[in-house]
């Protein structure tokens, strides 16, 4: 027997419950590798599978948990083997598939990742699904031209996971960073990632009827879509690009082609769920030589099984700042 978070759904009103419950290793999914799971964390797609399920469950009772770092304890996979270390993010693992909300969990060996040198599995979901994607997002943007020196490169939604991260990394590798947030109270704590500029949400998130503005941003990681986009398109320099990570601002996006026309703007949308393993092992591998280790602790604020019901409303509320890691022998 071992300890994980279900959700369970009353078919009759339709609600879900969450609760830790002890259940057995027959009970888990059919897969090639079992995971004695160390450390998982908090994302807004876990608030929603834990709540209301947001049609991202899709058979109940759940084991929620995109996320999970830990030790194989069996595989039938010759790539791995018991004792390896190992990470697993997206592949909806914790939506479709149950996740890492749990002591253990068995999944496809193509979903996980060798923990990089560097790393151990506290530090990885330090950095979970939002990290990597943080840093897919800075992969993306180099890749596409950007270099030290530029200019300044804007993170939008900079207080959140994605947004914390990415600040943090472009700090290190020697960017100016200028972090947008609407939380004033924040500023010092983005400050301390690295960011040199503080960019107030209200001054950049209504749309303006001029397509183009001032060029100003080098780059962009944008968490959060919507108008705020769509205004940060116009005030692209030529050529730049722009990571689009989110939409905690919405999903439409009232913009013009005019940036993309008149200046050769791209917009490079980055998915970490099916993300190639290849580009996995990349971006793990530049996680554990260029995130600084300092900074991603300052993020960091820890959690057990028990704490996950209430953190999953939190989240959905925006409430949560920095990164929750579970450690689920807590």
């Given at each position: 027997m071992f300890k994980?978070?279900?959700?369970?759904k009353d078919e009759e009103s339709g609600k879900t419950s969450a609760g830790v419950q002890e259940i057995t290793e027959d009970q888990l999914p059919a897969a090639e590798v079992t995971?004695?799971?160390?450390?998982?964390t908090v994302n807004y797609k876990d608030g929603l599978c834990i709540g209301p399920g947001g049609g991202l469950v899709?058979?109940?009772?759940?084991v929620p948990g995109i996320d999970f770092a830990g030790t194989v304890e069996a595989s039938e996979d010759d790539r791995y083997k018991a004792g390896?270390?190992?990470?697993?993010?997206?592949?909806?693992?914790?939506?479709?598939?149950?996740?890492g909300y749990a002591q253990k969990a068995r999944v496809k060996a193509?979903?996980?990742?060798p923990l990089p040198e560097g790393l151990d599995t506290r530090a990885a979901m330090?950095?979970?699904?939002?990290?990597?994607?943080?840093?897919?997002?800075?992969?993306?943007?180099?890749?596409?031209?950007?270099k030290t020196g530029d200019g300044p490169v804007l993170v939008t939604g900079a207080a959140g996971g994605v947004g914390s991260v990415a600040t943090a990394i472009l700090a290190h590798l020697g960017y100016e960073v200028a972090a947008v947030t609407g939380r004033p109270e924040t500023a010092e704590y983005l400050k301390s990632l690295g960011a040199s500029q503080i960019v107030p949400r209200e001054e950049i998130n209504e749309t303006v009827k001029r397509p183009l503005e001032g060029e100003t941003w080098a780059g962009c990681v944008d968490a959060v879509g919507g108008a705020m986009l769509a205004r940060v398109l116009g005030q692209m320099k030529y050529g730049a690009s722009v990571s689009a990570v989110g939409l905690a601002g919405g999903a439409g996006l009232p913009a013009t082609v005019i940036p993309?026309?008149?200046?050769?703007?791209?917009?490079?949308?980055?998915?970490?769920?099916?993300?190639?393993?290849?580009?996995?092992?990349?971006?793990?591998?530049?996680?554990?030589s260029d995130l600084p280790m300092d900074k991603l602790e300052a993020m960091v604020h820890p959690a057990t099984l028990s704490d996950l019901p209430q953190l999953g409303a939190d989240i959905l509320k925006g409430q949560v700042k920095?990164?929750?890691?579970?450690?689920?022998n807590g």
């Open positions: 994980a978070l279900v959700v369970t995971v004695a799971v160390e450390y998982s899709r058979k109940y009772p759940h390896d270390k190992v990470v697993l993010t997206g592949w909806r693992v914790g939506e479709a598939h149950w996740g193509d979903w996980l990742v330090a950095v979970g699904t939002a990290g990597f994607t943080a840093m897919l997002a800075v992969m993306a943007l180099e890749d596409h031209g950007l993309f026309l008149l200046r050769g703007v791209n917009l490079l949308g980055i998915d970490s769920v099916m993300q190639p393993y290849d580009n996995r092992l990349r971006a793990w591998r530049r996680i554990a920095g990164r929750v890691v579970v450690d689920l």
